[in-house]
């Protein structure tokens, strides 16, 4: 059944309230999402070419948008923005631990969706998942948090899991995912935010530096072409949607991603792109570009990553 049939019938929804471990017999409080959603859901796909709805199985599904869901309701929403390297970190984490989920749009500019995600979130920011599981609802923020919160609970093998390996490398998997989050993401959105040509030639040299960085470790740590050889793993979730988004760099500020002859770099990129778990969660580059626009116009703020 297509996204745009099955909506008729579902009842998607926006949770208020964060309520850690709390019993169904509190009771949530409900508030639905409306025909608007319907159109950004619809919208998120148009154009994008190889992606594909969201399994909404687990998410229940009702008669009217006012229902409020049963409270043995199992299941997992994902509180997104369409163009998010976040969000897509999270998306690709349930497609690889085979989650079904459901997938709610916000829009940043709007009060009233910054303030349900405030609720759920201190930061106000995207991805944000709540685990309807038991009766109870817990929601979850933070990528690397959830993508690890997803590992532990949905991946009941410790060989398969996206966080694996020996200590080191479970230790050196964190410490180049803080890398990521607090250096290479920042700085690339410095460099699309750079105003003047002396801010462009500085951002860039500065995220060229990093991704250096990351291309001489990359074969220290194994064979590739993933992070951990041949098998993807958690910091490849990590880094893909960044890479990915390199189309922003060229379009908009006419710089590369990838240092020059950075072969590890674009190997771990390639990887990503062939696998499923990637191109079904997926959003068209052009997609990603027209999204960007009012931010880098000015028109709109976008507090990105750590800021
Ligand atoms: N550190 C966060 C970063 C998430 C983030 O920056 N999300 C952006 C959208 S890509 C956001 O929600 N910004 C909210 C705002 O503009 O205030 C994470 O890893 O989840």
Request: charged share 20%.
């Amino acid at each position: 059944m297509s996204v745009v049939a099955r909506h008729g019938m579902m009842c998607l929804r926006a949770w208020t309230g964060v309520v850690h471990g709390s019993s169904a017999s509190v009771g949530p409080v409900f508030m639905h999402a409306g025909r608007a959603l319907a159109s950004a859901v619809m919208r998120r796909y148009a154009g994008a070419p190889g992606a594909h709805a969201r399994n909404w199985a687990s998410v229940s599904t009702s008669a009217t948008d006012d229902a409020p869901p049963p409270p043995d309701d199992e299941g997992v929403v994902v509180m997104g923005t369409t163009p998010c390297p976040y969000v897509h970190r999270v998306e690709m984490a349930l497609k690889y631990a085979g989650v079904p989920y459901a997938y709610r749009e916000f829009d940043l500019g709007s009060l009233k969706d910054r303030s349900s995600l405030r609720e759920m979130s201190p930061l106000a920011k995207v991805p944000i998942i709540t685990h309807y599981t038991h009766g109870r609802r817990k929601s979850v923020f933070e990528s690397a948090s959830i993508v690890q919160y997803i590992d532990d609970v949905f991946v009941a093998d410790p060989e398969k899991r996206l966080m694996r390996g020996s200590p080191y490398e479970k230790a050196i998997t964190r410490s180049w995912t803080h890398f990521v989050n607090h250096r290479v993401a920042p700085q690339m959105w410095n460099v699309l935010l750079s105003q003047t040509d002396t801010a462009l030639e500085k951002n860039s040299t500065e995220l060229l530096r990093s991704l250096e960085s990351l291309e001489n470790a990359l074969p220290l740590i194994s064979g590739g072409p993933f992070f951990l050889g041949t098998r993807v793993s958690f910091f490849d979730l990590m880094i893909a949607p960044f890479l990915y988004r390199r189309v922003l760099l060229s379009h908009f500020r006419g710089r590369e991603m990838f240092p020059p002859g950075a072969e590890h770099l674009q190997a771990l990129a390639l990887a990503m792109e062939e696998l499923n778990i990637f191109q079904s969660t997926v959003v068209d580059q052009q997609v990603i570009i027209d999204a960007y626009k009012p931010y880098l116009s000015g028109s709109m703020h976008l507090k990105f990553g750590w800021h």
